[in-house]
């Protein structure tokens, strides 16, 4: 089983997004939990590369898809443009964030605490990002 | 989508938060919420009955206001979260620096209270 789909590089497909992802996560049987913190986690990786590596530009693309590794599931993100390696970024305090009065920063933060494994790769120009959350069968002992 | 509604219950200033916030509209968040405290709100409550969604966009908005609320003695408090907002908040732990309660009345006494 796979679902792909292809998003222009504008915050108001963000919406989109959402909608993809709510209807394909319940086909693996993530609870109405799961699939919110998961859709928040994917949101935030794709609202990162829309708004710092795409400019909010619509002609351009990120592409998603969602694959069925056995025990998990691997949604990828990938993307031509400024790699955004996010294994690398290193998360603010959220005392550095409220002093700071910056009203970004904390999206990162959550995928890390969302997922249960990041992997990032960036090869001819082409970056991808997977996310990878376990099913809930595969929680269990 | 996101709709927002303000209203006014004594001295308090009621913003309601209809739908999903996200990075394409967080910007209408934080405009109302400025508009709010520049007409001099001293209670400012976040009404989260029918939020059914928000990103770090949206969390930014509320963490970047919370050393004006201190600073200013404004007194802030969300009620009304759904599970799964909440849970969002908690993650993050932003349970600890906003006072998240389940509704209007608890929100009213706490900020009577401090």
């Known amino acids: 089983m796979s679902h792909k789909l292809n998003l222009s590089c504008c915050t108001s497909a963000l919406v989109e997004l959402r909608s993809f992802l709510q209807s394909s996560l319940k086909a693996y049987g993530f609870s109405e939990m799961e699939r919110h913190q998961v859709t928040l986690a994917v949101e935030e990786v794709c609202a990162n590369l829309i708004i710092h590596s795409h400019a909010c530009n619509p002609n351009e693309l990120i592409s998603l898809e969602l694959k069925d590794l056995n025990k998990k599931l691997a949604i990828e993100i990938t993307d031509k443009g400024d790699a955004f390696n996010l294994l690398e970024y290193e998360v603010p305090e959220l005392t550095q964030v409220i002093g700071e009065k910056r009203k970004g920063g904390i999206g990162i933060l959550l995928v890390k605490k969302i997922m249960d494994e990041i992997e990032f790769e960036s090869k001819n120009g082409e970056n991808t990002c997977r996310l990878i959350k376990k099913f809930p069968d595969a929680n269990r002992p | ?114």
């Open chain 2, 1 to 114: 989508m996101l709709q927002l509604e303000r209203k006014k219950e004594e001295n308090k200033d009621i913003l309601r938060l209809i739908g999903e916030v996200d990075a394409s509209n967080s910007i209408l968040l934080d405009q109302s919420m400025q508009e709010i405290l520049e007409q001099g709100a001293t209670v400012l409550l976040i009404d989260g009955t029918e939020l059914v969604y928000i990103s770090s966009a949206g969390l930014g908005v509320f963490m970047s206001y919370l050393d004006d609320f201190s600073e200013r003695g404004i007194r802030f408090a969300i009620f009304g979260l759904n599970e799964q907002v909440n849970e969002v908040f908690k993650i993050l732990g932003l349970d600890r620096l906003i006072a998240i309660v389940p509704d209007l009345s608890t929100a009213t006494r706490l900020t009577h209270e401090s």
